[in-house]
């Protein structure tokens, strides 16, 4: 695991070991550091505050910064340009899905086109890193659970999403998830209505939206899923998708093996996958 320095990241190890801070050796993934606890996370925010980059940014190879969630939780149809485009309705109530880590591949990583679709579409989200064990939270005490925030790509397939009651396949096939580049820090993140969603193919804007759109934020999901589903650090949500998805274009214009699909937002980076043959 490793921190992010101006030009580049520190191995979390290496700073571990050079002050003696054996309890942030041998981390694996943001969601194991999360849960050792607030205390074992601001000693690791000390130490990288001055920490001398060991990787730079160049050189730097990424996997999904939480490699095995317990949950992937994602919310549809939470941004109401995205269900206009798509031909829908506001539903009525929150729609929750889910995927699973086979989905989850980090930033650079190839996207697998397979046969059995023919319409592999994007979309671009805000992911929400749960920090601390939630169950049962009020929206009004919703955000401290968060742990940071995140990239992810909600890669669909559209015709099987459409041809089938569950949306499973269209959803959770192999590599449909990257997620990053990075998690930003709940504590040096902007508010959530002030992060902006672009998405771009070969360079092509195609999504830009303020997360300030969403028809439920982020306090409310969380609050929401952890009614009944007890949230574990390192766990994803998922908060929806706006406008500009290829299954809204006249034709649409679905990926093929060769684009590139770019999602940023501010602060956290650029998560950037290629798509590939299966």
């Not at 940014?57 to 990424?62: E, Q, S, T, Y």
């Not at 929750?96 to 059995?116: D, H, Q, T, W």
């Not at 089938?164 to 580049?181: H, N, V, Y």
Request: aromatic letters at 4%; glycine letters at 10%.
């Amino acid at each position: 695991m490793h921190v992010q320095t101006a030009d580049g990241f520190a191995s979390v190890d290496a700073l571990a070991r050079a002050a003696g801070a054996q309890h942030l050796e041998g981390i694996g993934d943001v969601g194991e550091l999360f849960a050792l606890g607030e205390d074992s996370l601001n000693d690791l925010r000390t130490l990288s505050s001055d920490a001398r980059t060991t990787v730079l940014a160049g050189d730097a190879h990424f996997a999904p910064p939480v490699g095995r969630p317990s949950k992937i939780v994602c919310v549809g149809l939470n941004y109401l340009d995205h269900i206009e485009e798509s031909g829908g309705k506001r539903p009525a109530n929150i729609v929750l899905f889910a995927k699973y880590p086979n989905c989850l591949v980090g930033s650079g990583e190839g996207v697998r086109l397979p046969a059995i679709t023919r319409q592999l579409d994007y979309e671009g989200e805000l992911a929400v890193i749960i920090g601390t064990r939630t169950s049962g939270v009020s929206a009004q005490d919703a955000l401290a659970a968060i742990g940071g925030f995140s990239i992810l790509n909600d890669v669909s397939a559209r015709d099987l999403q459409i041809a089938e009651p569950q949306w499973i396949r269209g959803k959770s096939l192999d590599t449909f998830a990257p997620l990053g580049p990075v998690v930003l820090d709940a504590k040096s993140a902007p508010p959530i209505g002030e992060m902006r969603i672009q998405t771009r193919v070969n360079g092509e804007l195609r999504q830009d939206a303020s997360c300030s759109m969403m028809i439920t934020p982020v306090a409310e999901l969380i609050a929401h899923i952890s009614a009944a589903i007890t949230l574990e650090p390192g766990d994803i949500i998922a908060t929806g998708t706006p406008s500009g998805v290829a299954l809204g274009m006249n034709p649409p214009i679905y990926l093929q093996v060769g684009d590139t699909v770019t999602v940023s937002i501010d602060g956290i980076g650029e998560l950037t996958n290629p798509i590939i043959a299966a």
